[in-house]
């Protein structure tokens, strides 16, 4: 192994068994490498994250609804925060491109960054289980955790817009419409909105309908702020 490896290694925390998962997962398809690339890794990883976020958010946070503890995940595992953390590792130094792509992109491209962090954490998983996926990716992942609990200290919006209410309007409960859906079957885009004694005060969008309530319960309240 290199002492670049090595270092890398260090870096995030966890030394593997089959140094052969950690190259694999570092390879980029343009390598069209026989010994494989890293998209089946990547494929894996990304459940490895979801499943991880998830279950510490419902852990840590028992008050939180499920749209807020899907608009935390959300904001935790998407593409852009994914390749950040990849560029924080510097995985772009160790990473195997061919020749050709980097030729023609000197950098590995932000999408580059995300499959590969994500294939890193599929080859842990493989590796040494799913605890050492777990305690790499809390740790690797601890201080953004912490930033979208208290960015969104919305834990939950609707409980928050249902407390105003109750304090503004003699204790009426807010009233959630379902709107038309949107998108294809695999990836529906669910709508909402919140209405109080007939008045609209806002609406949102989830991959779910409560995820949708409780983005309009958070536009309402960002109105009402107003």
């Known amino acids: 192994m290199t002492p670049l490896l090595n270092a890398f290694q260090k870096q995030i925390g966890y030394h593997f068994s089959d140094v052969d998962l950690l190259q694999l997962a570092l390879t980029h398809p343009s390598c069209d490498s026989e010994d494989g690339d890293n998209q089946r890794l990547e494929f894996l ?3 490895v994250l ?3 976020v998830a279950e510490t958010l419902y852990r840590t946070h028992p008050n939180f609804d499920e749209g807020a503890l899907d608009h935390m995940r959300a904001s935790l595992v998407n593409g852009k925060a994914l390749a950040a953390h990849a560029q924080t590792l510097q995985i772009a130094s160790v990473l195997k491109v061919s ?3 980097r030729q023609h992109h000197p950098q590995p491209s932000a999408a580059m960054l995300e499959d590969a962090f994500e294939a890193l954490i599929g080859a842990i998983h493989i590796d040494g289980g799913i605890d ?3 305690g790499v990716i809390l740790n690797l992942l ?3 955790l912490q930033a979208a609990a208290q960015s969104d200290q919305q834990g939950n919006p609707k409980g928050r817009l249902q407390e105003w209410a109750q304090q503004h309007h003699d204790g009426i409960v807010p009233d959630y419409i379902t709107l038309p859906e949107q998108g294809p079957d695999h990836a529906r885009v669910y709508s ?3 209405e109080l004694q007939g008045q609209e005060l806002g ?3 989830g991959s779910s309908k409560k995820a949708a309530e409780s983005a309009a319960a958070k536009n309402a309240l960002l109105q009402l702020n107003q």
């Open 45 to 47: 990883g990304d459940a």
């Open 203 to 205: 609406r949102g969008q």
């Open 132 to 134: 050492a996926a777990r």
């Open 99 to 101: 020749q050709a792509q």
């Open 50 to 52: 979801d499943l991880v």
């Open 192 to 194: 909402a909105a919140v």
């Open 142 to 144: 601890t201080d953004a």
